[in-house]
């Protein structure tokens, strides 16, 4: 019987409690096996009896000859230094999103990782969200035609803003729903049209008091010639499609939001019975005028993306999200970022 490969985990906020944990505890083969946190201790072993917790990333680094692999889930201005003591330590290393702060940072430490040989992926866990994965299958069965146009929206209603470094903290910390949400909704642009050659943005700030963007827009040209639109914004109050896509043969609209986030606060872990599986009033809808036609939605996969990092540890894959990718994304956020702020349409 091959032993649990052990993984080490840098933080217990949302990212660290809600996904990497119980993913991690949910895949076969690999168990939590240190976890830092300063103020959710007691938290973190009710959660993971079998973990050591520690108080820092110092004592975790102390175990890391013990370590299969680290996984880097603290705020977003950490991740660069705390991947790099990764890979120094010889450790493969799971970053979360947003990989760094800008596609610089995120470029050293890919070279960190390529020069050591170290394993290195980027937590990029929305490509397996139920309504992408359906948009991609939607777009690959050709029966939108030719696409010339995608939308995308991650909205939420947030009037008062939550008292952490996200909403408050300075540019430094690179919070705000531009690298909160915009490293997935750009992200899943690019993983369906590819590069990017203009990008022009709005990035506001709407309610009082916060010190980062909570309104967000961003227009992108693809290479290809098709144009994604995408919003994120903290005051939506009526739902808006997550997601449309036009072609020169049929329009697909899809409302909702993915599940499987919800279900992991709620208990419900990978395997249990309707893990993924949203409501079937949220099916998305394909066709032209009256003739329209229901579009079961895939189920979601979160699970799948630990049982890749597993298997690449053991030799039998690659690991599933190239950290390339993850900077090219930084690259339209930063991109963004200075459209925002000097009015302009950057080329890239």
């Given at each position: 019987?091959?032993?649990?490969?052990?993984?080490?985990?840098?933080?217990?906020?949302?990212?660290?409690?809600?996904?990497?944990?119980?993913?991690?505890?949910?895949?076969?083969?690999?168990?939590?096996a240190v976890i830092?946190?300063?103020?959710?201790?007691?938290?973190?072993?009710?959660?993971?009896?079998?973990?050591?917790?520690?108080?820092?990333?110092?004592?975790?680094?102390?175990?890391?000859?013990?370590l299969d692999l680290?996984?880097?889930?603290?705020?977003?201005?950490?991740?660069?230094?705390?991947?790099?003591?990764?890979?120094?330590?010889?450790?493969?290393?799971?970053?979360?999103?947003?990989?760094?702060?800008?596609?610089?940072?995120?470029?050293?430490?890919?070279?960190?990782?390529?020069?050591?040989?170290?394993?290195?992926?980027?937590?990029?866990?929305?490509?397996?969200?139920?309504?992408?994965?359906?948009?991609?299958?939607?777009?690959?069965?050709?029966?939108?035609?030719?696409?010339?146009?995608?939308?995308?929206?991650?909205?939420?209603?947030?009037?008062?803003?939550?008292?952490?470094?996200?909403?408050?903290?300075?540019?430094?910390?690179?919070?705000?729903?531009?690298?909160?949400?915009?490293?997935?909704?750009?992200?899943?642009?690019?993983?369906?049209?590819?590069?990017?050659?203009?990008?022009?943005?709005?990035?506001?700030?709407?309610?009082?008091?916060?010190?980062?963007?909570?309104?967000?827009?961003?227009?992108?040209?693809?290479?290809?010639?098709?144009?994604?639109?995408?919003?994120?914004?903290?005051?939506?109050?009526?739902?808006?499609?997550?997601?449309?896509?036009?072609?020169?043969?049929?329009?697909?609209?899809?409302?909702?939001?993915?599940?499987?986030?919800?279900?992991?606060?709620?208990?419900?872990?990978?395997?249990?019975?309707?893990?993924?599986?949203?409501?079937?009033?949220?099916?998305?809808?394909?066709?032209?005028?009256?003739?329209?036609?229901?579009?079961?939605?895939?189920?979601?996969?979160?699970?799948?993306?630990?049982?890749?990092v597993r298997d690449?540890?053991?030799?039998?894959?690659?690991?599933?999200?190239?950290?390339?990718?993850?900077?090219?994304?930084?690259?339209?956020?930063?991109?963004?970022?200075?459209?925002?702020?000097?009015?302009?349409?950057?080329?890239?």
């Amino acid at each position: 019987m091959v032993d649990d490969l052990r993984v080490g985990i840098l933080g217990y906020g949302i990212g660290g409690r809600v996904f990497h944990a119980p993913l991690v505890a949910a895949t076969p083969g690999l168990t939590p096996a240190v976890i830092t946190t300063s103020s959710n201790a007691v938290q973190a072993r009710t959660d993971n009896p079998g973990a050591t917790v520690v108080p820092d990333a110092d004592a975790l680094f102390e175990r890391a000859g013990e370590l299969d692999l680290i996984v880097v889930s603290t705020p977003n201005r950490t991740h660069v230094p705390l991947a790099l003591r990764a890979i120094e330590a010889g450790v493969p290393v799971v970053v979360d999103k947003p990989f760094a702060p800008t596609a610089a940072e995120a470029e050293q430490v890919v070279a960190a990782a390529k020069a050591a040989g170290v394993g290195l992926t980027v937590f990029q866990n929305r490509r397996l969200d139920s309504d992408f994965l359906t948009v991609r299958k939607v777009l690959e069965s050709g029966r939108l035609g030719d696409v010339f146009r995608f939308e995308s929206r991650y909205d939420r209603w947030v009037p008062k803003p939550k008292d952490n470094w996200r909403e408050f903290g300075d540019p430094a910390e690179a919070g705000g729903l531009l690298y909160d949400l915009g490293a997935h909704i750009v992200d899943q642009a690019l993983q369906l049209f590819g590069p990017v050659t203009q990008v022009y943005a709005e990035v506001d700030r709407r309610r009082a008091g916060v010190q980062v963007d909570d309104d967000v827009f961003v227009a992108l040209h693809h290479a290809n010639g098709v144009r994604s639109q995408l919003w994120a914004s903290a005051l939506t109050g009526i739902q808006n499609p997550r997601f449309r896509v036009l072609g020169d043969q049929a329009t697909f609209t899809k409302y909702g939001l993915d599940v499987q986030e919800p279900q992991i606060k709620t208990g419900m872990r990978p395997g249990d019975d309707g893990w993924g599986v949203e409501p079937t009033a949220d099916a998305g809808k394909i066709g032209v005028g009256n003739d329209v036609k229901t579009v079961p939605t895939e189920t979601g996969r979160y699970e799948q993306f630990y049982a890749q990092v597993r298997d690449a540890l053991r030799g039998e894959g690659e690991f599933p999200v190239d950290p390339e990718s993850s900077v090219a994304a930084l690259r339209v956020i930063e991109a963004a970022h200075r459209s925002g702020v000097e009015g302009i349409v950057v080329e890239l």
